[in-house]
């Protein structure tokens, strides 16, 4: 955007024995071309290092006219050029700001004050993030916004207060979360492309305090940094793209706080999510169904010197033996098998050059049209051929599940799709009241054919729940405070990226019904219990419990109404927040045992036939056994756990390992059909159905 410097005419300062304000009295117009106007303040005479004990920023006042106050965005920039928001698009159509202090101890957040504005409220961000020992002399700019044409407003005047009782910085000095400090050399990270920079990573292991002058154990390096996602990337503390380089700045394939080898990382920021949970939750619950979910940790983060609370640090979805397990797929790879996989697509934001058009309309809504997008091969290197293959198969799947015969077992919809995958990511994104979860950030990947066998579409990985997990002010299915609506439903909502609406008609047909109410009732006595959902986010609210106070300090949206537009008021206490989400999810729970359709006869909760290990690497012999059953690694992998289920799924034996092979005595149990399932460390399991006769 173009920069606009309003001369400064005349500035005052003003001495007291305990504080000193430098006063703007010139303002200007505020131009409504969406461009950032600059009103500055020269400071001079103070002392060259400003802190939160002594002498600091204490507050600043803003004097403005403007008939829709909504339209604005206001920052605060330092001489270092350290830029911090201070109100953003608050007060709807009111007017005006009028002698507005922004103090970070004041009751009343900008956000939920009235227009127009007079008193002293709580900035977006945080004041005493500037007083982080930078040099106060120099130029201050109030930087200032007018989003939208029609309405043109005035700063009268506007001042910087200096103190002996400054703003509170963040004297962030340890931490038990893993610390990560990136710098950029002041250079602002864009949307993108990449940038240079290096990341260090403290990480002195579980249960031991990480301080930030140890050095960096885990990682020291350099890294391509940009901003990613979409509406996050809007909030004030930015989610990151990170990508680990060698010391030329190409690719580097590392391991980061135990996570697997890869070079493409995410840095996801909680601003709007003040539990702090809503994506790793989903993420583990669809791991422990068997399928791939994004691995992460819990991280503190400071960016070129600056303090930016609690972020995970996590896996990014892409193909990879240990993310999404598919065949890679070379452009040279055009006929026959070759061709078959592995692909990753998804339902997100399209254009005409990475996605295609289906030829059906979501059954729900027959005049919305659909694109799918490419995302592996990329749509920069995916080939013709690979795009008609892709293309065709997803058209043969819509043929089957659109026509007369669709819940036929050999030639309707099951002859493209994974099933149990498609229900497992229909429980944790409804469990969950995901809208994004069926309209964007919807991935699906298939893997490539053999020569026995063709290899389905399966659902997944799940991704993207920062507007998951409560009431929000969007749409009824949404917003109901009683846990009701079905999320797959989107489409009634009229999304910004229409959903190809699939799940309507699979709930169409009574074997999906039932095999989604056996699934449902087979995890609701495991990871999906009350007991074993409050005892994970207990766990973790105690984990972050330090660190929490760290975060809302820096953000100051405990309590505030931010990001997504919640039904409820925002809890005002961490505490409240988890007692908030704990809440909201019994209510889902308890609305889904009685909503979700089906029935539990002749459930086989053990069929999980699209998550077995590829290759299989383990045998069991003899089967059919008699006393003794003996399980050995076909490769160098361990044996790490082994699980047995009886037909109807109740776990009866279960044992840890670390051998290439081991033997279970059988001979106490009945004859039948039973399910051994074995993990490597990755860890994968693969399942062999096992027949015991004595």
């Known amino acids: 955007m173009k920069k606009k410097l309003l001369t400064l005419l ?52 803003i004097n403005v006219l403007h008939t829709n106050d909504a339209d604005l965005r206001m920052k605060l920039q330092s001489p270092a050029g350290s830029v911090f928001v201070i109100t953003s698009f608050a007060g709807g159509t009111g007017d005006n700001y009028t002698n507005t202090v922004f103090h970070d101890s004041a ?45 043109v407003g005035n700063v009268i005047s506007w001042r910087i207060k200096f103190s002996n009782t400054p703003a509170g910085y963040i004297n962030f000095t340890s931490s038990n979360l893993p610390i990560v400090i990136i710098n950029t050399g002041g250079v602002a990270i864009p949307d993108e492309p990449k940038i ?27 890294i391509g940094i940009e ?62 169904m068997g399928h791939y979910g994004a691995r992460s940790q819990f991280c503190e983060v400071v960016l070129n010197g600056s303090y930016q609370g609690i972020y995970l640090l996590m896996e990014s979805i892409k193909r990879d033996s240990n993310r999404v397990d598919i065949a890679k797929l070379d452009s040279t790879e055009n ?36 694109n799918l997008v490419y995302d592996y091969p990329k749509p920069t290197s995916i080939t013709p051929q690979q795009k008609t293959y892709i293309q065709t198969y997803m058209n043969d799947f819509e043929t089957a599940l659109y026509g007369a015969n669709f819940a036929d077992t050999l030639n309707g919809y099951k002859k493209y799709i994974g099933t149990k995958s498609f ?67 989107i489409n009634d909502c009229g999304p910004d990226v229409n959903s190809p609406g699939w799940y309507v008609r699979l709930m169409q047909d009574t074997a999906f019904q039932n095999t989604l109410r056996c699934r449902w009732e087979y995890f609701r ?10 005892n994970y986010i207990d766990s973790i609210s105690i984990y972050l419990n330090a660190a929490q106070n760290r ?98 799924g109740k776990l009866i034996m279960k044992m840890n390992v670390n051998a290439n092979q081991t033997s279970i005595n059988v001979t106490d149990l009945s004859n039948g059909i039973y399910i051994c399932k074995v993990y490597n460390s990755t860890p994968k399991f693969q399942t062999e159905k096992i027949v015991l006769i004595h």
Request: net charge negative.
């Open 10 to 61: 005349s500035s005052i300062v003003i001495f007291t024995l305990n504080a000193q304000t430098f006063i703007n009295t010139t303002g200007g117009t505020i131009t409504d071309d969406n461009a950032y106007n600059y009103y500055p303040i020269p400071v001079s005479g103070l002392a060259t290092a400003i802190n939160t004990s002594t002498f600091g920023i204490e507050s600043i006042t």
């Open 107 to 151: 009751a009343t957040p900008i956000s939920s004050g009235t227009a127009p504005f007079t008193g002293v409220f709580k900035p977006t961000e945080a004041l005493a993030s500037f007083n982080n020992g930078q040099n106060p002399n120099g130029t201050w700019n109030l930087m200032i916004r007018d989003q939208t044409v029609g309405a």
């Open 196 to 222: 240079n920079a290096t990341m260090g990573i403290i990480y002195n292991g579980v249960g031991v305090m990480n301080n930030i002058n140890d050095s960096a154990n885990n990682y020291n390096g350099n």
């Open 227 to 288: 901003i990613r996602g979409a509406y996050s990337a809007s909030l004030p503390q930015k989610p990151y793209a990170i990508e680990t380089r060698d010391a030329l700045n190409a690719e580097l394939n590392v391991s980061l706080l135990n996570m697997p080898e890869e070079h493409d990382w995410c840095l996801i920021a909680n601003y709007n999510d003040k539990a702090f949970m809503r994506n790793t939750l989903p993420y583990k619950l669809f791991s422990e």
């Open 335 to 370: 006929t026959g098998i070759n061709v078959t996989g592995g692909y990753i697509i998804k339902n997100d934001y399209w254009d005409a050059s990475n996605s295609w058009l289906l030829n059906y309309h979501p059954i729900d809504h027959p005049t919305f049209n659909v």
């Open 423 to 489: 229900i497992d990511y229909l429980i944790v994104n409804e469990l969950a009241r995901n809208n994004d979860g069926f309209k964007k950030s919807s991935y699906f990947h298939k893997d490539n054919n053999t020569a026995t066998a063709v290899s389905k579409l399966k659902a997944g990985p799940v991704w993207d729940f920062d507007w998951a997990w409560k009431n929000i002010n969007e749409c009824s299915i949404f917003s109901a405070t009683d846990g009701s609506g079905w999320a797959h439903h």
């Open 525 to 534: 006595t495991t990871i999906l219990s009350s007991s074993y959902l409050n």
């Open 551 to 648: 975060h809302f300090q820096r953000w100051g949206n405990l309590g505030v109404s931010t990001g997504t537009p919640e039904m409820e008021p925002d809890p005002i206490t961490f505490a409240g927040q988890i007692t908030k989400f704990k809440d909201w999810i019994d209510l889902r729970i308890a609305w889904l045992d009685l909503n979700i359709p089906g029935n539990t006869f002749n459930c086989d909760f053990t069929s999980v036939e699209e998550i077995e290990m590829r290759p299989a690497n383990f045998s069991f012999f003899p089967n059919p056994a008699i006393d003794n059953l003996t399980i050995f690694s076909n490769t160098k992998e361990l044996i790490k756990q082994i699980e047995l289920f009886d037909i109807n």
